[in-house]
């Protein structure tokens, strides 16, 4: 609970009470942002790497497997300061659901031709 506050307070606009060394910090923090994420491998790793570095706000996008019998990746954002680093992580998630929705929509729409184009040369031969 404390965690969330705290990184609440640091993406929404880093308060003006703070000194300006204590700003630098936070910002450093958000702006570079380390996740985790458990149940994953390289492809999607290498997925939502390649979205994120569309974003040309991005300096650095990376992302290690913790261990080869480990199904975790840690992946690592560093922003330009104008954009937070969980705010190009959620765009590159939203541009790599849209792509993969895509390719989906077009693969079904293939087969759907193909079973449409088969049972009409059925049709025909009888």
């Known amino acids: 609970m404390e965690e969330d506050q705290e990184l609440e307070r640091k993406i929404s606009g880093l308060k003006t009470s703070m000194t300006e060394g204590e700003r630098?910090?936070?910002l450093e923090m958000v702006q570079a942002t380390g996740t985790d994420r458990h149940c994953e491998d390289h492809t999607l790793g290498?997925?939502?790497?390649?979205?994120?570095?569309?974003?040309?706000e991005v300096e650095f996008c990376g992302y290690t497997t913790t261990h080869p019998?480990?199904?975790?990746?840690?992946?690592?954002?560093?922003?330009g300061g104008t954009l937070p680093a969980v705010e190009s992580f959620q765009r590159g998630l939203n541009e790599l659901m849209n792509v993969c929705k895509h390719v989906l929509d077009k693969f079904e729409a293939s087969i759907k031709d193909y079973k449409d184009q088969k049972a009409s040369r059925n049709e025909s031969t009888f």
């Open 69 to 79: 019998s480990e199904s975790k990746i840690n992946l690592r954002i560093r922003t």
């Open 46 to 56: 290498n997925s939502l790497h390649y979205m994120i570095m569309k974003n040309p």
């Open 24 to 26: 630098k910090t936070v």
